[in-house]
C-alpha cells in the first residue's frame, strides 16, 4: 500500500498519509479539501498538494513541497525545493517510522 488512513473518530472525513521521498517525512491531505479515487496502491488525488514549513528531516532548512499525486505517481512541480523539483516518481510503499 502506498497510503496510510487516519480515521477521523468523530464521524467526519479521514486523512491519508503517503511518504515523499523528495521531503523524506510523510505528507497528509484531509478527505475533506481533496478529492481521492479511493485506491491505496494507485492513488489519485486532486488538486495539488502543497507542504510548506516545518523542515527537512536531513535538511536544517525550511521545506517546499508542491506536487500532484496520479495513478500513484508524485509529480513534483518545479517550486519544491528538494532534488526532486520537476520530476515523476513512483509513490514509495507506505512504511511506519
Known sequence: ????????HAGGPSTMVFF?????????FDLSRWIWNGSMDKPTFTPSLLVKGGTYR?????????SFVIDGMI???????????GQTVELPD???T
Open 1 to 8: 500500500m502506498k497510503l496510510k488512513e487516519y480515521k477521523n
Open 20 to 28: 515523499c521521498p523528495g521531503c523524506q517525512c510523510d505528507h497528509p
Open 58 to 66: 536531513r535538511q536544517d532548512h525550511p521545506m517546499r513541497c508542491h
Open 75 to 85: 509529480q513534483f512541480l518545479g517550486d519544491c525545493e528538494h532534488e526532486l523539483a
Open 94 to 96: 507506505y512504511k511506519e
